[in-house]
């Protein structure tokens, strides 16, 4: 399997445990480019209007409950 196509069509071949199976491992893929680049950012106070706007939100009571998801 050499290209994305393909693995996405052996993936759709795969049973429910299997898939379940892949999921699990690529769930606990350790510390790939997208985790290296949050925690840089995170590092480099790249996302810190994130906590400021939320700490905001909170302090005037504009929190709420996430919405349910569809059905």
Excluded: Y
């Amino acid at each position: 399997m050499s290209t994305v196509a393909e693995i996405k069509a052996a993936i759709q071949r795969l049973t429910a445990r299997e898939r379940c199976e892949l999921n699990a491992w690529l769930q606990n893929w350790p510390h790939d480019d997208w985790d290296r680049q949050m925690r840089a950012d995170a590092e480099a106070g790249k996302l810190d209007w994130m906590l400021h706007e939320a700490r905001r939100a909170e302090q005037e009571g504009v929190c709420g409950d996430f919405p349910a998801p569809p059905a």
